[in-house]
């Protein structure tokens, strides 16, 4: 229950720093496949893909084993995973997506990396994939009020009802809905080990 409550807090928090496109500052930091972005201040790096981004906790150059993280395709499939001991495959634990969309596995390859990015709490990175936006923002949240990756498909207003986000922090990884409100529901979390 504790868990529960905390990853509310955690939505909330994201909600106040990631509200709308108004609030965010000004520009975007644009990404593209083979880009690494870091989280300033945290193990948590995400890696852009061709049509989407997985963010977890990195040790060196490889996830951490046994750590959890996500993968959002083209903002409307998203899949919580646990690293395997050798940092670059996965196990899937849950996957949401719309039905008639395939499903997906995570892996990270480590050579395909092209270009990394710092980013620090307050600025969004945005991948333009297939006329869709999917932004990811460094928020601070949880209970130590540590640097998160937030990732959620985005459009001029902000989130989109109907998509997943997804969250990952030193503490936690998670998958939220975007309501027709645009609040995120967490569906699934898991606490960093």
């Not at 520009?27 to 972005?37: C, K, L, M, Q, W």
């Not at 499939?77 to 899937?92: E, N």
């Not at 932004?135 to 989130?159: I, L, W």
């Amino acid at each position: 229950m504790r868990d529960a409550s905390r990853m509310r807090l955690l939505a909330l928090a994201v909600l106040l720093v990631f509200p709308a496109a108004d609030a965010r500052p000004a520009g975007y930091v644009p990404i593209r496949a083979g880009d690494e972005v870091r989280i300033a201040g945290s193990t948590v790096r995400c890696v852009v893909q061709e049509a989407g981004v997985l963010c977890g906790q990195f040790a060196g150059n490889a996830l951490r084993p046994g750590s959890y993280g996500t993968l959002t395709v083209l903002g409307q499939v998203v899949l919580g995973f646990r690293a395997a001991a050798d940092g670059i495959h996965t196990k899937t634990l849950v996957q949401r997506r719309p039905k008639g969309l395939p499903s997906f596995g995570a892996s990270f390859d480590p050579d395909d990396t092209t270009r990394v990015l710092t980013l620090r709490v307050g600025r969004v990175a945005r991948l333009r994939v297939q006329s869709a936006n999917l932004d990811c923002a460094v928020v601070r949240s949880g209970t130590r009020n540590v640097p998160t990756a937030f990732c959620v498909r985005d459009d001029k207003v902000g989130p989109v009802a109907k998509s997943y986000a997804t969250l990952v922090s030193d503490e936690d990884a998670a998958l939220g809905v975007v309501g027709k409100t645009r609040r995120t529901t967490i569906v699934w979390t898991r606490k960093q080990p």
